[in-house]
């Protein structure tokens, strides 16, 4: 029997990068998966994807900060279907200290990375207390244990997953639901590469490699590599496991020189 079989999961963010890869993985161990993505097209194509593959996909255009939205879809799902995975996958990246970040900045980062995770939870913990339970997961960050330079906002939104994380897991262990969270280091997603075209044109591969180098273990990490312990703790087998941050960064809070 495949680990997520007969589970239905939703993943915000699910059609690129760490999303995407959790998205793939979970509906290749048997999950429906429902994708909630700004960009429709894309979320579309990933769910087509999957389903070309076998497996069990659907789309859905969602902006997470928008709260209304987010209720509304959670709502349309729980009449089809019961929900027993969310994960919090959906966020933006922000490179900049406290000088650098503007009022603007602040917010757009607050709006979907903190404000996205609370939408979400919020609309499906009804329904995983009327089902007997469920299990969230939540993508935060290494910048929430560590500071890093010129992460200031992001930094800010992260640590607020974290402790969101925490108070949902205490609140809610009679209702059978856990809530944990994953806190990745650098890995090669689409946002890295942009990054890099964008701040270092023709030294692309050369800052790559800087950056990789940050990691104690060599290399960035892969979305498959986030994906795979995002299976194990979203399924019966982490069934003991609660109010957890697990840190997936290659050495980089405990090994750093």
Avoid: W
């Avoid at 793939?24 to 579309?44: N, S």
């Avoid at 076998?54 to 209304?68: F, L, R, T, W």
């Avoid at 560590?146 to 809610?172: C, E, N």
């Amino acid at each position: 029997m495949k680990r997520l079989e007969n589970k239905t999961a939703i993943v915000s963010g699910g059609a690129s990068g760490i999303g995407l890869a959790i998205s793939r993985r979970f509906a290749m161990e048997g999950a429906c998966v429902h994708i909630l993505d700004m960009k429709l097209e894309e979320a579309e194509s990933a769910a087509a994807e999957i389903r070309s593959s076998g497996g069990q996909a659907e789309a859905h255009a969602c902006d997470v900060s928008n709260h209304q939205q987010v209720e509304a879809i959670a709502q349309a799902i729980h009449h089809e279907q019961v929900a027993h995975i969310l994960v919090c996958n959906a966020g933006i990246g922000f490179v900049g200290n406290l000088e650098k970040t503007t009022e603007e900045d602040f917010d757009r980062l607050y709006r979907v990375n903190v404000k996205g995770v609370y939408n979400s939870m919020h609309a499906v913990v009804p329904f995983f207390k009327q089902n007997g339970g469920g299990v969230i997961l939540n993508m935060a960050s290494v910048v929430a244990s560590v500071g890093i330079p010129d992460r200031f906002a992001y930094s800010m939104t992260k640590g607020a997953v974290l402790t969101m994380t925490l108070s949902v897991a205490t609140d809610y262990l009679k209702d059978n639901i856990r809530c944990n969270c994953i806190s990745p280091a650098r890995i090669h997603t689409p946002f890295v590469d942009g990054f890099l075209a964008k701040n270092y044109p023709g030294h692309e591969a050369e800052m790559f490699e800087k950056l990789a180098a940050t990691q104690p273990i060599g290399r960035m990490g892969t979305p498959e590599e986030v994906a795979n312990l995002a299976l194990f703790l979203c399924s019966d087998e982490a069934a003991f496991i609660t109010g957890c941050d697990f840190p997936l960064d290659g050495g980089f809070i405990k090994l750093r020189p």
